[in-house]
């Protein structure tokens, strides 16, 4: 219980400088999302507009510094980010609502694959360590994941979309297409999702092979391993139950980063992609010079990490019995 409160007292205050660093970033560049609108109508506006905006976009200049941080704590508590300047007037919530189900969908299934075989394939390479297994795969992943997104996702379309049309070659469904919960429009949605998810898999399963190899290598030498071989278990028993559930305990916290910085979602694979995630959104926001928006990405992607690392703490709290006692 005292591991889970401290856990929880470290996440109220890392949320806390976190939104406090987010209120504090925007404020020490020049000029207000409110100017950078009325730049884009070169300076035509009225000081009337001007002031109309600087409200639409939740800008107030005229307040004090501690009131307007009071206002953005209370309105990141309750979901009111403001307009956005790229999609204007469209709420930046209703923005981030309208991409976030891509991100999870296409970025969190394929993460959660990608741990799954990584760890699998660093288990059993471990295991059979000099092996024909251990020669092939872990080394052919590895130098996979360290090619960069864009370029395997260029040589995917170039390959299976351009060569043998048998996939898109981006967006998220095709053009034209109604959105509905029918067979065949998810279909359409699943066949746009596999060239991106299987570059993001090819290219991120080679870090988790890695470290889940290393740490089973660091695991099998300890004493209760040794203690279960010579009890006589059996070798698959040994290899999951005793040396595989504890190699895994240090991979938690990656994974829970890794789930977390799901929500900024795979910025150069949505962009070669053309798909419409948080991560595409956010190169948009960067682009257009979209404070409001990049402000609720970055608290969205905070959040989300935070969150992530205070589950997996549950988790290992469940797994390993010695920080019961922490």
Same mark, same amino acid.
């Given at each position: 219980?005292?591991?889970?409160?401290?856990?929880?007292?470290?996440?109220?205050?890392?949320?806390?400088?976190?939104?406090?660093?987010?209120?504090?970033?925007?404020?020490?560049?020049?000029?207000?999302?409110?100017?950078?609108?009325?730049?884009?109508?070169?300076?035509?506006?009225?000081?009337?507009?001007?002031?109309?905006?600087?409200?639409?976009?939740?800008?107030?200049?005229?307040?004090?510094?501690?009131?307007?941080?009071?206002?953005?704590?209370?309105?990141?508590?309750?979901?009111?980010? &403001?307009? #956005?300047? $790229?999609?204007?007037?469209?709420? *930046?919530?209703? %923005?981030? /609502?309208? !991409?976030?189900?891509?991100? @999870?969908?296409?970025?969190?299934?394929?993460?959660?694959?990608?741990?799954?075989?990584?760890?699998?394939?660093?288990?059993?390479?471990?295991?059979?360590?000099?092996?024909?297994?251990?020669?092939?795969?872990?080394?052919?992943?590895?130098?996979?994941?360290?090619?960069?997104?864009?370029?395997?996702?260029?040589?995917?379309?170039?390959?299976?979309?351009?060569?043998?049309?048998?996939?898109?070659?981006?967006?998220?469904?095709?053009? &034209?297409? #109604?959105? $509905?919960?029918?067979?065949?429009? *998810?279909?359409? %949605?699943? /066949?746009? !999702?596999?060239?991106?998810? @299987?570059?993001?898999?090819?290219?991120?399963?080679?870090?988790?092979?890695?470290?889940?190899?290393n740490n089973m290598i660091t695991t099998l030498s300890e004493?209760?391993?040794?203690m279960a071989r010579a009890k006589g278990l059996s070798p698959?028993?040994?290899?999951?139950?005793?040396?595989?559930?504890?190699?895994?305990?240090?991979?938690?916290?990656?994974?829970?980063?890794?789930?977390?910085?799901?929500?900024?979602?795979?910025?150069?694979?949505?962009?070669?992609?053309?798909?419409?995630?948080?991560?595409?959104?956010?190169?948009? /926001?960067?682009?257009?010079?979209?404070?409001?928006?990049?402000?609720?990405?970055?608290?969205?992607?905070?959040?989300?990490?935070?969150?992530?690392?205070?589950?997996?703490?549950?988790?290992?709290?469940?797994?390993?019995?010695?920080?019961?006692?922490?």
């Open positions: 219980m005292k591991y889970l409160l401290r856990r929880l007292g470290f996440f109220i205050v890392t949320l806390w400088v976190a939104m406090t660093i987010n209120f504090f970033l925007p404020r020490l560049m020049p000029g207000n999302p409110a100017e950078a609108m009325m730049a884009r109508f070169h300076g035509k506006l009225s000081g009337q507009a001007l002031t109309a905006m600087e409200a639409a976009f939740g800008v107030n200049t005229h307040s004090s510094l501690p009131a307007q941080y009071g206002a953005y704590l209370a309105n990141s508590f309750t979901g009111h980010f &403001g307009s #956005s300047l $790229t999609f204007f007037p469209t709420s *930046v919530s209703s %923005v981030v /609502a309208g !991409a976030l189900p891509w991100t @999870l969908g296409l970025v969190g299934v394929t993460t959660l694959i990608a741990f799954a075989i990584g760890t699998m394939i660093g288990i059993v390479g471990a295991w059979y360590r000099g092996g024909a297994f251990d020669s092939v795969l872990p080394p052919v992943f590895i130098i996979l994941s360290s090619f960069p997104y864009f370029f395997i996702g260029m040589l995917a379309i170039l390959a299976f979309a351009i060569k043998l049309h048998w996939l898109p070659q981006g967006g998220a469904y095709t053009d &034209g297409a #109604s959105v $509905t919960l029918s067979w065949g429009f *998810v279909g359409d %949605v699943l /066949a746009h !999702a596999v060239l991106p998810g @299987l570059t993001i898999v090819v290219t991120s399963i080679g870090g988790w092979i890695l470290t889940m190899r004493d209760y391993v040794r698959w028993r040994i290899m999951l139950d005793y040396a595989g559930r504890n190699a895994l305990l240090p991979n938690l916290t990656g994974f829970a980063m890794a789930l977390g910085f799901v929500v900024s979602g795979a910025i150069l694979v949505e962009y070669v992609f053309s798909y419409p995630g948080v991560g595409y959104m956010m190169l948009q /926001a960067v682009l257009n010079e979209d404070y409001p928006l990049m402000q609720t990405l970055f608290l969205l992607i905070t959040v989300a990490v935070l969150v992530a690392v205070l589950v997996v703490d549950g988790i290992t709290l469940v797994l390993d019995p010695r920080t019961r006692g922490a």
